[in-house]
């Protein structure tokens, strides 16, 4: 018999718990409220495989595809190639890829 109240009580215990309400952080202030954070996706950057050039003209090959300056690559345009880089520009931001690191560049 003492087996089948315990069980009537853990079940209405779990019961309770069900419907209880989450629980309130006590040292939080009385006025505050929690901002949402809103994440911005960027696409990756694309990869500098190789500059070409031939007198003035330039291309470069980002992602196994040869592109020119002014031209778009992932949400990325291309505004100028150097021997050694390309710069790239977003809404927001420029960037420089290098085509070596400087071990790359330096060898021994």
Do not use: H
């Amino acid at each position: 018999m003492v087996k089948y109240i315990l069980l009537l009580c853990v079940i209405i215990s779990s019961d309770l718990m069900a419907n209880a309400e989450p629980l309130v952080d006590p040292t939080k202030p009385l006025n505050s409220s929690t901002k949402a954070i809103s994440k911005v996706l960027r696409a990756t950057l694309p990869q500098l495989q190789s500059i070409l050039s031939a007198g003035e003209q330039r291309s470069v090959i980002l992602n196994n595809q040869l592109y020119k300056k002014g031209q778009w690559v992932s949400g990325y345009q291309i505004t100028g190639i150097e021997s050694d880089a390309v710069f790239l520009r977003d809404k927001e931001q420029s960037y420089k890829l290098n085509l070596y690191t400087k071990k790359e560049r330096f060898i021994k």
